[in-house]
Protein backbone atom coordinates (compact mmCIF):
# COMPACT_ATOMS: atom_id res chain seq x y z
CA UNK A 1 0.00 0.00 0.00
CA UNK A 2 1.41 3.20 -0.99
CA UNK A 3 -1.42 5.64 -0.98
CA UNK A 4 -0.52 6.79 2.60
CA UNK A 5 2.54 7.84 2.31
CA UNK A 6 1.52 10.75 0.23
CA UNK A 7 -1.13 11.81 2.89
CA UNK A 8 -3.85 9.95 0.18
CA UNK A 9 -6.34 8.68 3.41
CA UNK A 10 -6.19 10.64 6.68
CA UNK A 11 -8.72 8.15 8.38
CA UNK A 12 -10.00 4.69 7.05
CA UNK A 13 -12.99 3.10 8.27
CA UNK A 14 -12.45 -0.67 7.95
CA UNK A 15 -15.82 -2.78 7.83
CA UNK A 16 -14.85 -6.88 8.89
CA UNK A 17 -11.57 -5.23 10.35
CA UNK A 18 -10.89 -8.30 12.31
CA UNK A 19 -11.68 -11.44 9.80
CA UNK A 20 -9.01 -12.55 7.57
CA UNK A 21 -8.77 -10.24 4.26
CA UNK A 22 -9.73 -7.23 6.91
CA UNK A 23 -7.11 -7.86 9.29
CA UNK A 24 -4.30 -8.06 7.08
CA UNK A 25 -6.00 -4.83 5.25
CA UNK A 26 -5.62 -3.57 8.91
CA UNK A 27 -2.21 -4.59 9.78
CA UNK A 28 -0.90 -3.15 6.15
CA UNK A 29 -2.33 0.31 6.90
CA UNK A 30 -1.03 0.22 10.69
CA UNK A 31 2.40 -0.25 9.68
CA UNK A 32 2.58 0.72 6.43
CA UNK A 33 0.86 4.37 6.70
CA UNK A 34 0.29 7.30 8.71
CA UNK A 35 -3.94 6.86 8.72
CA UNK A 36 -5.84 6.72 11.57
CA UNK A 37 -7.71 3.20 11.68
CA UNK A 38 -11.07 2.43 12.54
CA UNK A 39 -11.71 -1.19 12.64
CA UNK A 40 -15.39 -2.06 13.06
CA UNK A 41 -16.49 -5.44 13.79
CA UNK A 42 -19.90 -8.01 14.87
CA UNK A 43 -17.27 -10.37 15.84
CA UNK A 44 -18.94 -13.24 14.82
CA UNK A 45 -17.47 -16.64 14.83
CA UNK A 46 -15.07 -15.81 12.12
CA UNK A 47 -14.26 -12.35 13.36
CA UNK A 48 -11.12 -12.51 15.66
CA UNK A 49 -9.57 -9.33 17.97
CA UNK A 50 -6.27 -12.08 17.99
CA UNK A 51 -6.08 -11.08 13.94
CA UNK A 52 -5.00 -7.99 15.29
CA UNK A 53 -2.77 -8.48 18.09
CA UNK A 54 0.00 -7.08 16.47
CA UNK A 55 -1.58 -3.90 16.16
CA UNK A 56 -3.07 -3.59 19.83
CA UNK A 57 -3.64 0.12 20.73
CA UNK A 58 -2.91 1.28 17.88
CA UNK A 59 -6.20 1.72 15.77
CA UNK A 60 -9.71 2.22 17.31
CA UNK A 61 -12.17 -0.14 17.53
CA UNK A 62 -15.97 -0.39 17.41
CA UNK A 63 -17.83 -3.58 18.17
CA UNK A 64 -20.98 -3.28 16.29
CA UNK A 65 -23.25 -4.48 12.96
CA UNK A 66 -23.13 -2.89 9.17
CA UNK A 67 -26.44 -3.30 9.52
CA UNK A 68 -26.84 -0.77 12.52
CA UNK A 69 -28.11 2.16 10.74
CA UNK A 70 -28.34 3.89 14.01
CA UNK A 71 -24.64 3.22 14.68
CA UNK A 72 -23.31 3.55 11.06
CA UNK A 73 -24.09 7.48 10.86
CA UNK A 74 -21.95 7.60 14.19
CA UNK A 75 -18.96 5.75 12.89
CA UNK A 76 -18.71 6.68 9.26
CA UNK A 77 -18.51 10.23 9.59
CA UNK A 78 -15.19 12.03 9.53
CA UNK A 79 -13.34 9.15 7.55
CA UNK A 80 -11.89 9.37 4.35
CA UNK A 81 -11.87 5.94 3.16
CA UNK A 82 -14.48 3.27 3.81
CA UNK A 83 -13.40 -0.60 3.11
CA UNK A 84 -15.69 -3.10 3.32
CA UNK A 85 -14.98 -6.19 3.91
CA UNK A 86 -17.83 -7.40 6.13
CA UNK A 87 -19.78 -10.37 5.35
CA UNK A 88 -21.20 -14.05 5.77
CA UNK A 89 -18.83 -15.84 3.98
CA UNK A 90 -18.46 -19.59 4.20
CA UNK A 91 -20.94 -21.60 1.28
CA UNK A 92 -21.63 -24.44 3.19
CA UNK A 93 -23.12 -22.28 6.02
CA UNK A 94 -24.73 -20.55 3.47
CA UNK A 95 -26.40 -23.87 2.02
CA UNK A 96 -27.90 -24.97 5.73
CA UNK A 97 -29.22 -21.57 6.10
CA UNK A 98 -29.21 -18.52 3.60
CA UNK A 99 -31.03 -15.85 5.66
CA UNK A 100 -27.92 -14.85 7.12
CA UNK A 101 -25.93 -14.40 4.29
CA UNK A 102 -28.29 -11.98 2.72
CA UNK A 103 -28.79 -9.98 5.67
CA UNK A 104 -25.44 -9.04 6.12
CA UNK A 105 -24.29 -8.95 2.28
CA UNK A 106 -26.95 -7.25 0.78
CA UNK A 107 -28.67 -5.40 3.73
CA UNK A 108 -25.65 -4.79 5.26
CA UNK A 109 -24.02 -2.97 2.26
CA UNK A 110 -27.24 -1.23 1.53
CA UNK A 111 -27.48 0.41 5.24
CA UNK A 112 -23.55 1.10 4.74
CA UNK A 113 -23.77 2.61 1.29
CA UNK A 114 -26.13 5.25 2.73
CA UNK A 115 -24.41 5.99 5.94
CA UNK A 116 -21.59 6.78 3.05
CA UNK A 117 -24.23 8.87 1.07
CA UNK A 118 -24.93 11.26 4.17
CA UNK A 119 -21.48 11.58 5.28
CA UNK A 120 -20.66 12.46 2.14
CA UNK A 121 -17.30 9.57 2.51
CA UNK A 122 -15.05 10.71 -0.08
CA UNK A 123 -14.04 7.50 -1.14
CA UNK A 124 -15.64 3.95 -0.64
CA UNK A 125 -14.61 0.36 -1.79
CA UNK A 126 -16.80 -2.95 -1.38
CA UNK A 127 -14.82 -5.90 -1.78
CA UNK A 128 -16.36 -9.40 -3.07
CA UNK A 129 -15.55 -12.49 -4.71
CA UNK A 130 -15.43 -14.28 -7.98
CA UNK A 131 -18.13 -16.25 -6.63
CA UNK A 132 -20.94 -14.16 -8.02
CA UNK A 133 -19.95 -14.87 -11.50
CA UNK A 134 -21.02 -18.73 -11.08
CA UNK A 135 -18.70 -21.38 -13.05
CA UNK A 136 -16.58 -20.71 -16.13
CA UNK A 137 -15.52 -23.77 -18.46
CA UNK A 138 -12.56 -22.08 -20.05
CA UNK A 139 -11.08 -18.45 -20.60
CA UNK A 140 -11.36 -15.77 -17.57
CA UNK A 141 -14.25 -13.35 -16.61
CA UNK A 142 -14.18 -9.80 -17.16
CA UNK A 143 -15.45 -6.99 -15.33
CA UNK A 144 -18.53 -6.85 -17.76
CA UNK A 145 -19.52 -10.35 -17.61
CA UNK A 146 -23.12 -11.23 -16.34
CA UNK A 147 -23.73 -12.61 -12.63
CA UNK A 148 -24.24 -16.25 -12.34
CA UNK A 149 -23.87 -16.92 -9.12
CA UNK A 150 -24.78 -20.25 -7.48
CA UNK A 151 -24.69 -20.98 -3.86
CA UNK A 152 -26.98 -18.16 -1.42
CA UNK A 153 -23.39 -17.12 -0.33
CA UNK A 154 -22.63 -16.06 -3.97
CA UNK A 155 -26.21 -14.97 -4.59
CA UNK A 156 -26.44 -12.73 -1.83
CA UNK A 157 -22.19 -11.16 -2.73
CA UNK A 158 -24.18 -10.41 -5.66
CA UNK A 159 -26.90 -8.32 -4.21
CA UNK A 160 -24.27 -6.64 -2.87
CA UNK A 161 -22.54 -5.60 -5.21
CA UNK A 162 -25.35 -4.34 -6.92
CA UNK A 163 -26.22 -2.22 -4.30
CA UNK A 164 -23.32 -1.10 -3.73
CA UNK A 165 -22.91 -0.02 -7.80
CA UNK A 166 -26.77 1.82 -7.46
CA UNK A 167 -25.63 4.12 -4.80
CA UNK A 168 -23.05 5.16 -7.21
CA UNK A 169 -24.98 5.22 -10.15
CA UNK A 170 -28.13 7.26 -8.35
CA UNK A 171 -26.34 9.55 -5.50
CA UNK A 172 -22.91 9.26 -6.94
CA UNK A 173 -21.56 7.80 -3.93
CA UNK A 174 -17.81 6.96 -4.82
CA UNK A 175 -17.58 3.70 -4.52
CA UNK A 176 -15.46 0.77 -6.16
CA UNK A 177 -15.90 -2.75 -6.18
CA UNK A 178 -13.03 -5.40 -6.29
CA UNK A 179 -13.81 -8.85 -6.73
CA UNK A 180 -10.71 -11.45 -5.85
CA UNK A 181 -9.94 -15.06 -6.56
CA UNK A 182 -9.57 -18.00 -3.97
CA UNK A 183 -7.27 -16.41 -0.76
CA UNK A 184 -5.21 -17.85 1.45
CA UNK A 185 -2.42 -16.80 4.29
CA UNK A 186 -2.15 -16.62 8.13
CA UNK A 187 -5.03 -15.84 10.09
CA UNK A 188 -7.48 -17.83 7.89
CA UNK A 189 -10.27 -19.54 10.10
CA UNK A 190 -9.32 -22.99 9.69
CA UNK A 191 -13.46 -24.32 7.75
CA UNK A 192 -11.69 -23.09 4.89
CA UNK A 193 -9.50 -25.42 2.49
CA UNK A 194 -6.05 -24.97 2.88
CA UNK A 195 -6.19 -23.95 6.75
CA UNK A 196 -8.04 -26.91 7.09
CA UNK A 197 -6.26 -29.55 5.61
CA UNK A 198 -2.79 -27.66 6.99
CA UNK A 199 -4.35 -27.88 10.75
CA UNK A 200 -5.61 -31.70 9.95
CA UNK A 201 -2.09 -32.39 8.40
CA UNK A 202 -0.88 -30.85 11.68
CA UNK A 203 -2.91 -33.21 13.78
CA UNK A 204 -2.37 -36.42 11.91
CA UNK A 205 -5.50 -36.61 10.74
CA UNK A 206 -7.43 -37.20 7.44
CA UNK A 207 -8.34 -34.41 4.73
CA UNK A 208 -12.33 -34.03 2.63
CA UNK A 209 -11.62 -33.83 -0.57
CA UNK A 210 -14.73 -33.04 -2.30
CA UNK A 211 -16.35 -35.48 -4.85
CA UNK A 212 -13.70 -35.81 -7.49
CA UNK A 213 -11.69 -33.28 -6.55
CA UNK A 214 -11.78 -31.59 -9.91
CA UNK A 215 -13.10 -28.10 -8.96
CA UNK A 216 -10.58 -25.65 -10.27
CA UNK A 217 -9.78 -22.53 -8.39
CA UNK A 218 -7.06 -19.47 -8.76
CA UNK A 219 -5.08 -18.78 -5.69
CA UNK A 220 -3.98 -15.63 -4.40
CA UNK A 221 -2.09 -14.36 -1.33
CA UNK A 222 -3.99 -12.23 1.19
CA UNK A 223 -1.18 -9.58 1.25
CA UNK A 224 -1.34 -9.59 -2.83
CA UNK A 225 -5.30 -9.40 -2.55
CA UNK A 226 -4.87 -6.35 -0.07
CA UNK A 227 -2.72 -4.84 -2.37
CA UNK A 228 -4.83 -4.98 -5.30
CA UNK A 229 -7.71 -3.47 -3.13
CA UNK A 230 -5.39 -0.77 -1.64
CA UNK A 231 -4.84 0.43 -5.69
CA UNK A 232 -8.24 0.08 -6.82
CA UNK A 233 -8.91 2.67 -3.73
CA UNK A 234 -5.95 4.86 -4.46
CA UNK A 235 -6.13 4.98 -8.43
CA UNK A 236 -9.70 3.34 -9.60
CA UNK A 237 -12.62 4.99 -10.71
CA UNK A 238 -15.79 5.12 -8.98
CA UNK A 239 -18.47 3.13 -10.52
CA UNK A 240 -15.73 0.71 -11.81
CA UNK A 241 -15.26 -2.93 -10.66
CA UNK A 242 -11.64 -4.17 -10.62
CA UNK A 243 -11.13 -8.34 -10.55
CA UNK A 244 -7.73 -9.24 -7.99
CA UNK A 245 -7.17 -12.48 -9.79
CA UNK A 246 -5.07 -15.23 -8.48
CA UNK A 247 -1.60 -16.99 -9.55
CA UNK A 248 -1.86 -20.39 -9.53
CA UNK A 249 -4.85 -22.09 -10.82
CA UNK A 250 -4.73 -25.67 -9.76
CA UNK A 251 -7.59 -28.71 -9.05
CA UNK A 252 -8.35 -28.94 -5.87
CA UNK A 253 -6.75 -32.72 -5.64
CA UNK A 254 -3.78 -30.92 -6.76
CA UNK A 255 -3.76 -28.73 -4.23
CA UNK A 256 -4.41 -31.24 -2.05
CA UNK A 257 -1.49 -33.53 -3.96
CA UNK A 258 0.76 -30.49 -2.99
CA UNK A 259 -0.18 -29.85 0.58
CA UNK A 260 0.21 -33.86 1.15
CA UNK A 261 4.12 -33.34 -0.09
CA UNK A 262 4.75 -30.78 2.12
CA UNK A 263 3.84 -33.02 4.55
CA UNK A 264 5.65 -35.90 3.53
CA UNK A 265 1.90 -37.98 3.74
CA UNK A 266 0.52 -40.06 1.14
CA UNK A 267 -2.81 -40.34 -0.15
CA UNK A 268 -4.26 -42.48 2.65
CA UNK A 269 -4.75 -39.46 4.82
CA UNK A 270 -7.31 -38.34 1.95
CA UNK A 271 -11.01 -39.09 2.82
CA UNK A 272 -13.32 -38.72 -0.29
CA UNK A 273 -16.82 -36.66 1.00
CA UNK A 274 -19.73 -36.07 -1.09
CA UNK A 275 -19.56 -33.34 -3.44
CA UNK A 276 -21.18 -29.71 -2.27
CA UNK A 277 -24.68 -28.88 -3.85
CA UNK A 278 -24.31 -26.51 -6.79
CA UNK A 279 -20.59 -27.06 -6.59
CA UNK A 280 -19.07 -24.36 -9.06
CA UNK A 281 -16.89 -26.36 -11.11
CA UNK A 282 -14.16 -23.68 -12.03
CA UNK A 283 -13.52 -19.68 -11.37
CA UNK A 284 -10.82 -17.51 -13.54
CA UNK A 285 -10.61 -13.62 -13.20
CA UNK A 286 -8.83 -11.97 -16.15
CA UNK A 287 -7.03 -8.58 -14.08
CA UNK A 288 -6.11 -6.32 -16.60
CA UNK A 289 -8.34 -3.18 -15.95
CA UNK A 290 -6.34 -3.63 -12.63
CA UNK A 291 -2.43 -4.00 -13.78
CA UNK A 292 -3.09 -1.50 -16.16
CA UNK A 293 -3.36 1.26 -12.98
CA UNK A 294 0.19 -0.33 -11.55
CA UNK A 295 -1.22 -3.73 -10.12
CA UNK A 296 1.32 -6.95 -10.42
CA UNK A 297 1.21 -9.90 -7.83
CA UNK A 298 4.54 -10.38 -5.63
CA UNK A 299 3.66 -13.97 -3.52
CA UNK A 300 4.08 -17.29 -5.61
CA UNK A 301 2.10 -20.14 -4.79
CA UNK A 302 5.02 -22.10 -3.82
CA UNK A 303 6.72 -19.15 -1.80
CA UNK A 304 3.14 -18.27 -0.04
CA UNK A 305 2.00 -21.61 0.50
CA UNK A 306 5.13 -22.66 2.34
CA UNK A 307 5.19 -19.16 4.15
CA UNK A 308 1.27 -19.99 5.29
CA UNK A 309 1.98 -23.96 6.55
CA UNK A 310 5.00 -22.52 8.67
CA UNK A 311 2.59 -19.89 10.23
CA UNK A 312 0.27 -21.99 10.92
CA UNK A 313 2.47 -25.06 12.73
CA UNK A 314 4.20 -21.87 14.73
CA UNK A 315 0.69 -20.35 15.78
CA UNK A 316 -1.49 -23.65 16.93
CA UNK A 317 -1.89 -20.96 20.01
CA UNK A 318 -4.47 -19.35 17.52
CA UNK A 319 -6.01 -22.02 15.52
CA UNK A 320 -6.32 -24.59 18.51
CA UNK A 321 -8.95 -22.96 20.13
CA UNK A 322 -11.00 -22.21 17.09
CA UNK A 323 -11.19 -25.60 16.03
CA UNK A 324 -12.19 -26.99 19.53
CA UNK A 325 -15.18 -24.03 19.07
Given at each position: ?T?????M?K?V???????F????????L???T??EV????KL?YA?????L?P??G?Y?F??G??????L??????G?D??VNF????????S???????????????????????????????????????G???????????R???????????A?G??V?L??F??????V?????S?????Y??????I????????D??E??L??????????I?VA???????L????GE??????????????N??LT?R????????????????D?????????L??Q???ALG?????????GI??TV?????H??????L???
Amino acid sequence: MTNNRTGMWKRVLVTGGAGFIGSHYVRTLVTETAAEVTVLDKLTYAGNMDNLAPMKGEYEFVHGDICDAELMKQVVPGHDLVVNFAAESHVDRSIADGSEFVRANVLGVQTLMDACLHAGTPRVVHVSTDEVYGSIESGSWVEGTRLDPNSPYAAAKAGGDLVALSYFRTHGVPVSVTRGSNTYGPYQYPEKIIPLFITNLLDGKEVPLYGDGGNIRDWIHVADHCRGIALAAERGEPGETYHVAGTKEMTNKQLTQRLLEVFGAGWERVKPVADRKAHDRRYSLSDQRLRALGYTPAIGFDDGIAETVQWYATHRDWWEPLRRA
